[in-house]
């Protein structure tokens, strides 16, 4: 991978190839989340990706970004027209993820910015997203993006 340094830390001297998600890129994205998450969420996969390339109930704004011929990272995540109340158009990243040998590169920053501008495109102007808290790489990495924790209060309820 060529790589300069700037002042943030080691880039790809080029841009990644960003493009938009499609059912082709399964295998690639579970696999990446598999590395991640340490499990295999292909069934999940699945659904969302059936769910994101729905197009009478969607609008795919979900991308992922191409390195060296090989899918290097994903983000994914819906749009919401008014639900749960809130009367504004939102989004919502659900996942994200980069394969481990090419994190710190920016891609991931890259991603997201292309995402937020898909987003935008589409009428949203804020974004939700959910993390663990303890998830301390997210926590940075979507704090160094301008993400900040929000009004909305996240509530659960275990069904015994
Ligand atoms: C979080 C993640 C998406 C970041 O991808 P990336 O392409 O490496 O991120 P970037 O290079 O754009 O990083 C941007 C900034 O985020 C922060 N960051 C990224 N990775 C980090 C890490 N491992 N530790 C601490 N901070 C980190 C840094 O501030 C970084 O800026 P810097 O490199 O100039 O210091 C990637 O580490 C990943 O896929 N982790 C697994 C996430 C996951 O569990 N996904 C599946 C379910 S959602």
Do not use: C
């Not at 809130?86 to 989004?91: D, K, L, M, S, V």
């Amino acid at each position: 991978m060529t790589e300069k340094v700037d002042g943030q830390g080691v880039r790809l001297a080029r841009k990644p190839v960003m493009r938009v998600l499609k059912r082709e890129d399964l295998e690639a994205i579970v696999e990446i989340d598999g590395l991640a998450s340490k499990r295999s969420r292909r069934d999940y996969y699945e659904r969302k990706i059936d769910r994101i390339l729905d197009v009478a109930h969607n609008i795919n704004t979900s991308l992922v970004a191409e390195e060296e011929g090989r899918i290097a990272g994903f983000i994914m995540g819906d749009l919401y027209f008014g639900e749960f109340g809130i009367p504004e158009t939102t989004g919502t990243i659900d996942t994200i993820g980069v394969h481990p040998d090419f994190q710190r590169h920016g891609i991931a920053s890259e991603l997201l910015d292309q995402f937020l501008m898909n987003m935008k495109a589409a009428g949203v102007n804020k974004i939700y997203t959910l993390i663990n808290w303890d998830d301390f790489t997210l926590e940075k990495f979507f704090s160094r993006n301008g993400f900040a924790p929000s009004k909305r209060v996240n509530l659960e309820r275990r069904i015994p």
